[in-house]
């Protein structure tokens, strides 16, 4: 297969898993090589993401590696053989590669939890607060790169959509939802568009409001996207220099408690709509 100048981070997950698994069973990159009649170079480029693993390799490198995790393997094979050319490939090389891994991250999750403080989720966004957000972080954006970047936005939401679905849970505080990105008639709307999106039977809305006790975990916002398994989740997370994407199984199992945490802070689905149309009123 030809070598990939540059991977995207589900190319990129697939070869950490696949080293992952060979350090596991005490190997080096030579043994790996020798199995499957190349050299240490391409087995390097295999788990960098550089270079493409075919069906067959995946399951004999397994099975040489004794991973006894029948769906792990299953999962690791549908991601070597996915071709998928998603939306998303549409803006290669006009947005951030991290919008597009993350975009594509979201195409294949099982589950999206949310967790934020200070914005709206994008995937809840009105294209106004999607605009207002992307022209203040950027002001000197010319107007179609800052279309582009909306537009992206907004496309994104087809996971939540009635023809995807994925299940999508969020937790938002109080300051996000007050913090006008825009004019106040645009935050009603935007409060109103949480609200009609809240009904539906895969998502669900908890606000953290501000007059809550002993709540410390403001440090956890993220995007938490869930794998075909447990160990094939990600969590993205935004910070000063760039976006990252956590895939070490301690740091998710991490990430699933603070979920957890904050879920059990915030108010339950019923209560958390009638505080956001309450905050509507107050506009």
Known sequence: MARRKEPTARQQRLGTELRKLREAAGLKGR????????????????????????EERVRRLAAHYACADAELTEALVAMAVDRTRGWWEEYRGHLPTSFLDLSELEHHASY?????????????????????????????????????WVEHRMRRKVIIG?????????????????????????QRVQLARILELSEADHITVRVIPF??????????????????????????????HGTVFVDAEAQLGRFRTLFRKVEAASLEPGRSRDFIKQLAKEL
Not at 162 to 185: D, F, K, M, W
Request: proline share 7%.
């Open 31 to 54: 043994e790996a090589a020798a199995l499957l009649g190349t050299d240490s170079a391409q087995v390097s480029q295999i788990e960098f993401g550089t270079a493409g693993v075919s």
């Open 112 to 148: 999206r939890w949310d967790v934020d403080f200070l914005h709206v989720p994008g995937l809840l966004q009105t294209e106004t607060y999607a605009r207002s957000l992307f022209a203040y972080m950027n002001p000197d954006f010319p107007e179609n790169e800052l279309e582009r």
């Open 162 to 186: 009635p023809t995807s679905a994925t299940p999508y849970e969020t937790v938002i505080h109080e300051a996000a939802l007050r913090i006008r990105i825009g004019a106040r008639n645009g």
């Open 211 to 240: 007059d809550l006790d002993g709540f410390a975990g403001a440090g956890s916002a993220m995007v938490y996207a869930g794998g075909p398994v447990p160990g094939l989740d990600t969590v993205v997370r935004d910070g000063p």
